[in-house]
Structures are given as C-alpha cells and as structure tokens.
C-alpha cells in the first residue's frame, strides 16, 4: 500500500514546475509506482495560455476549483472549465488550456509518466519507456 500527502510531495522531486511558470504538477503516482497510470494535482496559474498536445499519452482531468477554458486546435471548438468539469484527452488532442482564475485540477495519465517530465517544443511529454507495447495494445483493443 502507498500512503501519500500533498505535504510531503510540496518541495519534493514530486513537485514539478513549468520553466514558463504557467503551472506546478504534484505528482502523487508515478511510473516506478506500478500502478499503470500516473496521478497527480496540478495547478494552473490565473492570466496563462499552455499549448499542450500529448501524442503519447491519454489524459483525464477533473477540475476541482478555479475557472478557464481547452480550446481543441483540431476543431476550433472552445469549452469552459469549472469546479465540477472533467475533460479527456482521449484522441490525442492538441489544445490549448487557459486559465482565467488559478484552476486545481485533478489529472490521470496512461501510459504513467516518471516524474520529472517537462512540455517539448510540440507541447508533449516523451513517451513512456514502454510505450510501443501500449500503443500496440491500444491500436489492437
């Protein structure tokens, strides 16, 4: 069993920064946990534009505080996020987040990241070590 705190992760390697200071990632499952997904509380910094595109990872996100918007850059479309709002990156989706108040949102990622991750020029993380073998059972399911 893995007990964890948002104490114990603040100032810890589980604290990630953005380099442009646009959010902070607390990391409370990670890769070399085992559990096949990571799990983290991110913060989004009031008055921020963060290009991401994740082309190796699914993503779900609850918001559970604070106020902006994902904008799908496939589509155009344009929605709200709120205390209350989940959201999925199920295809891959280039988007960019906005944060109109700081947003507290609650994120799952599979394939797992490690940890120290930072967004490419793309707005992507590397992919996971193992990620041929789940992409292949992605692609097969």
């Not at 990670?30 to 509380?41: I, K, Q």
């Not at 989940?86 to 799952?108: K, Q, T």
């Not at 070590?129 to 292949?136: E, F, K, N, R, S």
Request: aromatic share 8%; with cysteine; net charge negative.
């Amino acid at each position: 069993m893995i007990v964890r705190t948002l104490e114990e992760i603040i100032g810890s390697e589980r604290e990630v920064h953005a380099e442009n200071g646009n959010w902070v990632s607390r990391r409370f499952v990670l890769g070399d946990d085992a559990a096949g997904f990571s799990f983290h509380e991110t913060l989004i910094r009031a008055g921020t534009e963060t290009h991401i595109w994740y082309k190796h990872h699914i993503e779900a996100v609850y918001c559970v505080g604070g106020e902006g918007e994902i904008e799908d850059l496939k589509s155009g479309a344009v929605h709200p996020i709120k205390d209350g709002t989940l959201y999925l990156l199920n295809n891959h989706d280039e988007h960019l987040l906005r944060g109109f108040s700081e947003m507290r949102l609650i994120c799952a990622f599979n394939p797992p990241v490690t940890g120290r991750e930072h967004h490419d020029a793309d707005g992507a993380y590397a992919p996971h070590p193992q990620g041929a073998a789940w992409a292949a059972l992605r692609s097969a399911g």
